[in-house]
Each structure stands twice: as structure tokens, then as C-alpha cells.
């Protein structure tokens, strides 16, 4: 049977052929153009790629519809995301205007896989059909094991990228797995027939469902960095490029998140119970060794590491309640943790210079004598990674944790902020670094480029924005979490 597509389908994606065209266009300035006008060429080009396609997906914002046979789906869920996918691309990329000259990695080609990374995180999370998510997860990991390589000399960049396409694709595996086993037992891959069909109570193979139920598991549990799935994390980050480790920690976490949310939202909720016993043991595992291995941390970069899979701890004791609801948290939580993060890796990258990004603990010596601008914005982030009111890292821990005591998981609450308190020291400890110890003998040069002062200070508005006035933002997620409802 022949499938008929309407064109008027192909205005619902519109954002994502924006981005297409441009990451092809930078494609083509890659191949013909090498110079260093040209690389300032590209950035420029992907940041009006990245707005143009940004006001058309906010365009989207109220419609609900299935297109092209129902492999895709539109709504506010998916916009939302996307939102923060285009935010994390804009703020990455005036970043990499000069970070990317300064390590000689900013060509057409960056700013393409960028562009192609993002186009994969979209797909993903608005996709209920197995195919179309596992097509989206693989344009996005694609991109991500090229730019982790980029830093071709560096050779804890190029084992970065091996060890990320390694573990990657044998989690892919799990997960296409997953996703066969669950065909295999119901015949089905869309995830709103397949919560039909188990609500209708139809019968299937119990043993093969629940064994892809938790092959999914696994392999979402890779893309967040959940403890146990979590060990290629710390080296992936350090040795990536610093502009690359704060796209992974941001868009790649909140792409595996929406996807992982709407499938076992839809589909999989009427199995709570069963699923949510195993995420409870994830989820404390997650927060309790990503903070206690991250107090003997003295590389800032694998520090940030370990707190990013902390963090994906406190979201997961969200997602455990099963309310779909109060699963607004999460993406509340996702929004701040962006703003959060990429202020912190951009000041990471202020400190380093040409082929010295300086990430070890005591290169932040007395930088509140030296660079004032820089201690003070890091100690922002940090504190709100920390989640010290009025800041937006704050509510995001407030709203997770009231929500698992909404649901009655009490010990989990308890354990969360309690492993809150212990992440505080080792956030406070790279600030009494800042603040209390003596400088260098030797003076240091750093890399203080106003492109990373903006990003810097959009980066602190929308954390006491979404801090200070939360209510919009919820309001916001509320909204976009209501089409499981």
C-alpha cells in the first residue's frame, strides 16, 4: 500500500528544516572555507541559524497534532524541550566564536555537527514511535562522538571520543534492543497504541516486555549518566572540548530525559510499581556516588562531571512518583540546569588559554583578586548548583523534592537533600579556593573574552529569573506536561 504524505505536514516541521538548511550551509562554507574569517563566518551564521529556528519552534507553542503517519508528533511537551535545545546551540555557539579559534577547532564543520546534534534532540522528543526516537538518538550521537574528536593533538580528546562511541554505541544496542523485545511481545512500537493495547489488558509475552522495559532502562540510564551506566562520564567530559562537555551536560541530558519521560509516561505508567522500584535504587546510587566521588575531585572539569550525575539523581526522584502532574519538576529542573551549567563551563573556559584549558582546582587561586568578574560569576553558578535561594538551582531541588514527598516517597526526599548538603562542600570548596587561597607566584593569563562575559551574564539572569519568579516557568512546564493528562 502506497503511503501518502501530505505536503501540509511538512509546515508542523519547519523548525527542523530551518535547521537542516543551515547546518548544510555551514557544511559547504566548511569544506571551501579555512580561514579564520571564515570560522567567525560560520559562528555567525549558526547563532542566526539557531534564533530563526528558535522564533519558528515557539510559533508551535498551543498545537497539538500527528504528522507523517503518526511518526511524529506536535505539541507543547515537545516544544518545550526544544526551546531549551535552541537555547543551549545559542548560547553554546557565542562561546565557541572564540574558544573555537583559540583551540583551532571552530570551522563550518563544528558548527554543522552542532546544528545536526540539536536536529537529533528534537526528533527525539517528539517522537512516541521506537523508530523515529532511536533515528533521532543516533543523529544526535553521531554528531557528539565527532565533536568530543575534534581536538585532533589532544590525545585525551581523541580517547574521549573512543571511549564515547565505545560505550555509546553498546548502549544503543541495549536500548534497540529494548525496543525489539517490546515489538516482539506486543507488535507494537508506538508508544500511545502500545498504552492502549496494555490497557486494554490484551494478552503478551510478560517475560520478553518486561525484559525490554529494562533494556530501555539501560540504555536511557547511559544518555543521562545514571550510577551504574555513568562510568565513561568523568573522562568523556575532561577530555572533550570544554564548549562540547557543556553541550553533552546540558542538551544531551535533557534530550535522553524528554525522551525517556514521554515513552514511560505513555506507554509504560499503568507499570509504575515495577519500574519505579528499580529507578528508586538508580536514583540514590546516582546521587550518592556522583557527590561522594566528586569530593576527592581536584580537576574542575571532572568535578562538574560527577556533579552532572548527581544531578541527573535528583531529577530521577521526580520521575519516580509516576505523577504526571507534578512531572513539570523535571522540566523546570532541565531549564535552570542549562543555565546553570554552561555559566559554569563558560567560565572554565575564560580561564584556560591556547592548549591549556587550566581545569586543576589550584588554577582558581585567588581569582577573586586577579578576576573579580570571573569569581563572582562562578560563584553564582556554583551556588545555585548547589541550590542557595534565591536562585533558580534552588526551586528546581525545592519542587523535585516536595513532589517526592507529595507522593509519600519520604526517604527518597530525606536522601536527596541530604546528598544536597554533601554537594554543597565540594561547591564551596572550589569557591575557598577562589576567595582564600594565595595566587601564583607566577601571573597568569587568562582568556577574558566578552563573548564569554555575555553568555555568562544571560546565564545568571535566567537563574535569578527562574528563581526569583518561578511561577511562569512552572506554569510553563505545567502546560507542556499536560498532554500526558
Same mark, same amino acid.
Given at each position: 500500500?502506497?503511503?501518502?504524505?501530505?505536503?501540509?505536514?511538512?509546515?508542523?516541521?519547519?523548525?527542523?528544516?530551518?535547521?537542516? @538548511?543551515?547546518?548544510?550551509?555551514?557544511?559547504?562554507?566548511?569544506?571551501?572555507?579555512?580561514?579564520?574569517?571564515?570560522?567567525?563566518?560560520?559562528?555567525?551564521?549558526?547563532?542566526?541559524? =539557531?534564533?530563526?529556528?528558535?522564533?519558528?519552534?515557539?510559533? +508551535?507553542?498551543?498545537?497539538?497534532?500527528?504528522?507523517?503517519?503518526?511518526?511524529?508528533?506536535?505539541?507543547?511537551?515537545?516544544?518545550?524541550?526544544?526551546?531549551?535545545?535552541?537555547?543551549?546551540?545559542?548560547?553554546?555557539?557565542?562561546?565557541?566564536?572564540?574558544?573555537?579559534?583559540?583551540?583551532?577547532? @571552530?570551522?563550518?564543520?563544528?558548527?554543522?555537527?552542532? %546544528?545536526?546534534?540539536? /536536529?537529533?534532540?528534537?526528533?527525539?522528543?517528539?517522537?512516541?514511535?521506537?523508530?523515529?526516537?532511536?533515528?533521532?538518538?543516533?543523529?544526535?550521537? /553521531?554528531?557528539?562522538?565527532?565533536?568530543?574528536?575534534? %581536538?585532533?593533538?589532544?590525545?585525551?580528546?581523541?580517547?574521549?571520543?573512543?571511549?564515547?562511541?565505545?560505550?555509546?554505541?553498546?548502549?544503543?544496542?541495549?536500548?534497540? *534492543?529494548?525496543?525489539?523485545?517490546?515489538?516482539?511481545?506486543?507488535?507494537?512500537?508506538?508508544?500511545?497504541?502500545?498504552?492502549?493495547?496494555?490497557?486494554?489488558?490484551?494478552?503478551?509475552?510478560?517475560?520478553?516486555?518486561?525484559?525490554?522495559?529494562?533494556?530501555?532502562?539501560?540504555?536511557?540510564?547511559?544518555?543521562?549518566?545514571?550510577?551504574?551506566?555513568?562510568?565513561?562520564?568523568?573522562?568523556?567530559?575532561?577530555?572533550?572540548?570544554?564548549?562540547?562537555?557543556?553541550?553533552?551536560?546540558?542538551?544531551?541530558?535533557?534530550?535522553?530525559?524528554?525522551?525517556?519521560? !514521554?515513552?514511560?509516561?505513555?506507554?509504560?505508567?499503568?507499570?509504575?510499581?515495577?519500574?519505579?522500584?528499580?529507578?528508586?535504587?538508580? =536514583?540514590?546510587?546516582?546521587?550518592?556516588? @556522583?557527590?561522594?566521588?566528586?569530593?576527592?575531585?581536584?580537576?574542575?572539569?571532572?568535578?562538574?562531571? *560527577?556533579?552532572?550525575?548527581?544531578?541527573?539523581?535528583?531529577?530521577?526522584?521526580?520521575?519516580?512518583?509516576?505523577?504526571?502532574?507534578?512531572?513539570?519538576?523535571?522540566?523546570? *529542573?532541565?531549564?535552570?540546569?542549562?543555565?546553570?551549567?554552561?555559566?559554569?563551563? =563558560?567560565?572554565?573556559?575564560?580561564?584556560?588559554?591556547?592548549?591549556?584549558?587550566?581545569?586543576?582546582?589550584?588554577?582558581?587561586?585567588?581569582?577573586?583578586? !586577579?578576576?573579580?568578574?570571573?569569581?563572582?560569576?562562578?560563584?553564582?553558578?556554583? +551556588?545555585?548548583?548547589?541550590?542557595?535561594?534565591?536562585?533558580?538551582?534552588?526551586?528546581?531541588?525545592?519542587?523535585?523534592?516536595?513532589?517526592?514527598?507529595? &507522593?509519600?516517597?519520604?526517604?527518597?526526599?530525606?536522601?536527596?537533600?541530604?546528598?544536597?548538603?554533601?554537594? &554543597?562542600?565540594?561547591?564551596?570548596?572550589?569557591?575557598?579556593?577562589? *576567595?582564600?587561597?594565595?595566587?601564583?607566584?607566577?601571573?597568569?593569563?587568562?582568556?577574558?573574552?566578552?563573548?564569554?562575559?555575555?553568555?555568562?551574564?544571560?546565564?545568571?539572569? @535566567?537563574?535569578?529569573?527562574?528563581?526569583?519568579?518561578?511561577?511562569?516557568?512552572?506554569?510553563?512546564?505545567?502546560?507542556?506536561?499536560?498532554?500526558?493528562?
Amino acid at each position: 500500500m502506497d503511503v501518502v504524505i501530505p505536503a501540509s505536514e511538512f509546515k508542523w516541521i519547519l523548525p527542523e528544516i530551518i535547521l537542516t @538548511g543551515w547546518a548544510l550551509l555551514l557544511l559547504v562554507i566548511g569544506a571551501f572555507g579555512r580561514s579564520q574569517l571564515s570560522a567567525k563566518v560560520s559562528g555567525v551564521i549558526c547563532l542566526l541559524g =539557531a534564533f530563526t529556528t528558535l522564533y519558528a519552534t515557539v510559533c +508551535l507553542w498551543g498545537n497539538r497534532l500527528d504528522v507523517f503517519n503518526k511518526l511524529y508528533t506536535i505539541d507543547d511537551y515537545g516544544t518545550f524541550f526544544k526551546v531549551i535545545f535552541l537555547i543551549v546551540l545559542s548560547l553554546i555557539t557565542i562561546l565557541s566564536i572564540k574558544y573555537g579559534e583559540r583551540e583551532e577547532i @571552530g570551522s563550518g564543520e563544528y558548527y554543522s555537527l552542532l %546544528m545536526f546534534g540539536v /536536529l537529533g534532540m528534537m526528533v527525539m522528543v517528539s517522537s512516541h514511535s521506537f523508530i523515529t526516537i532511536f533515528i533521532g538518538l543516533e543523529v544526535m550521537s /553521531l554528531s557528539i562522538y565527532v565533536l568530543c574528536g575534534l %581536538m585532533r593533538t589532544n590525545a585525551k580528546s581523541v580517547e574521549a571520543s573512543l571511549k564515547y562511541f565505545l560505550l555509546g554505541a553498546f548502549a544503543t544496542a541495549f536500548l534497540l *534492543y529494548g525496543m525489539a523485545l517490546i515489538y516482539g511481545a506486543t507488535g507494537l512500537i508506538d508508544v500511545v497504541e502500545l498504552k492502549a493495547y496494555l490497557a486494554a489488558n490484551q494478552a503478551y509475552d510478560k517475560v520478553m516486555f518486561f525484559a525490554g522495559l529494562g533494556f530501555l532502562i539501560v540504555g536511557f540510564g547511559f544518555k543521562i549518566a545514571s550510577v551504574p551506566f555513568h562510568m565513561w562520564t568523568p573522562d568523556v567530559y575532561q577530555g572533550a572540548p570544554t564548549s562540547i562537555t557543556a553541550y553533552m551536560a546540558t542538551g544531551v541530558k535533557a534530550a535522553a530525559f524528554g525522551a525517556l519521560v !514521554r515513552v514511560f509516561y505513555t506507554a509504560f505508567l499503568p507499570f509504575n510499581a515495577d519500574w519505579s522500584a528499580v529507578i528508586w535504587v538508580i =536514583a540514590v546510587l546516582t546521587m550518592c556516588v @556522583g557527590n561522594i566521588t566528586a569530593l576527592v575531585q581536584k580537576d574542575v572539569k571532572r568535578l562538574l562531571a *560527577y556533579s552532572s550525575i548527581s544531578h541527573a539523581g535528583y531529577i530521577l526522584v521526580a520521575f519516580i512518583t509516576g505523577d504526571k502532574q507534578l512531572s513539570a519538576s523535571i522540566l523546570y *529542573y532541565l531549564l535552570a540546569y542549562t543555565f546553570m551549567n554552561i555559566g559554569a563551563f =563558560a567560565v572554565v573556559m575564560a580561564i584556560g588559554k591556547n592548549g591549556e584549558e587550566r581545569t586543576d582546582i589550584d588554577s582558581y587561586a585567588g581569582l577573586g583578586t !586577579r578576576q573579580p568578574f570571573l569569581a563572582l560569576c562562578m560563584s553564582i553558578f556554583l +551556588l545555585s548548583l548547589a541550590g542557595v535561594p534565591p536562585l533558580a538551582g534552588f526551586m528546581g531541588k525545592f519542587y523535585v523534592f516536595s513532589d517526592a514527598v507529595k &507522593a509519600q516517597y519520604y526517604w527518597l526526599a530525606i536522601i536527596g537533600v541530604l546528598n544536597s548538603a554533601v554537594a &554543597a562542600f565540594y561547591y564551596l570548596r572550589v569557591m575557598m579556593y577562589m *576567595y582564600f587561597r594565595e595566587p601564583a607566584a607566577v601571573p597568569v593569563e587568562y582568556d577574558a573574552q566578552p563573548q564569554y562575559a555575555v553568555v555568562m551574564l544571560i546565564c545568571i539572569w @535566567g537563574l535569578l529569573h527562574a528563581g526569583i519568579f518561578p511561577r511562569t516557568f512552572l506554569l510553563l512546564a505545567q502546560k507542556a506536561v499536560s498532554i500526558f493528562t
